[in-house]
């Protein structure tokens, strides 16, 4: 039982790169979300996913996007990446039921250059 | 819009001397109250759920409790090895979200 599982680890793009950071989870979560986190910002929702086809926004949304295909799977993708999003993001899970507590992966730090 | 609001953002102890994070929150509907701990580098550790207004919970040296408006976590005799972020959070019942505050750093000398 790996729970969430982030990759990569670390990450540098220049700016106008795209890439896509992976979240996989085994724990049959039917919600997942991606949070980003910056010195003195906290955690920030960029956006969630209540079960597979369906997504909605977060709070920081802007130059994200995301799809659901299937339970298991939650990828974010960058399309044109900036030094602004330049994070540390975090991909985490719950039963969309239930107590709500959220199961987090280990994190990938991103650089845009 | 929720709020969460967590103080002080930075608490240096001694070891063994005990005291208490604060979590203030505004919420439409409190579903539940959750505080994680971030050790440096590494995703937020669930801790504890709080549900309404006079709950408590213990784990080792951390005790939580809840009013209306805010939740303290409250730290007995602690060790280094408590040293980290303490992340507060709350659901709202309307939505599937949760809202975090920006975390207290603890950090604990021998």
């Known amino acids: 039982n790996a729970g969430v599982t982030q990759t990569p680890k670390f990450q540098v793009l220049k700016t106008g790169q795209s890439m896509t950071l992976q979240c996989a989870q085994d724990?049959?979560?039917?919600?997942m979300s991606w949070y980003r986190q910056d010195p003195g910002m906290g955690l920030r929702l960029i956006h969630y996913?209540?079960?597979?086809?369906?997504?909605d926004q977060g709070e920081v949304p802007n130059g994200y996007n995301v799809s659901r295909s299937t339970t298991e799977d939650f990828p974010l993708r960058l399309l044109s990446a900036a030094p602004s999003q330049t994070s540390v993001y975090f991909c985490?899970?719950?039963?969309?039921?239930?107590?709500?507590?959220?199961?987090f992966g280990e994190g990938s730090r991103l650089t845009v250059l | 819009e929720d709020q969460v609001t967590q103080s002080p953002e930075a608490l240096r102890l001694q070891e063994g001397e005990s005291s208490s994070l604060n979590c203030s929150y505004t919420?439409?509907?409190?579903?539940?109250l959750f505080w994680y701990r971030q050790d440096p580098g590494k995703g937020p550790e669930f801790l504890f759920t709080?549900?309404?207004a006079g709950e408590e919970k213990e784990k080792e040296r951390l005790k939580a409790t809840l009013t209306k408006k805010e939740s303290f976590l409250h730290i007995t005799a602690p060790k280094p090895e408590d040293s980290a972020t303490y992340l507060c959070?709350?659901?709202?019942?309307?939505?599937?979200?949760?809202?975090f505050g920006k975390g207290t750093m603890l950090l604990v000398s021998p």
């Open positions: 985490a899970s719950r039963y969309q039921q239930g107590t709500g507590e959220l199961f």
């Open positions: 724990m049959n979560h039917e919600y």
């Open positions: 996913s209540v079960g597979a086809g369906i997504t």
């Open positions: 919420v439409s509907g409190l579903r539940g």
């Open positions: 709080l549900y309404s």
């Open positions: 959070a709350v659901h709202n019942s309307g939505y599937s979200t949760l809202t």
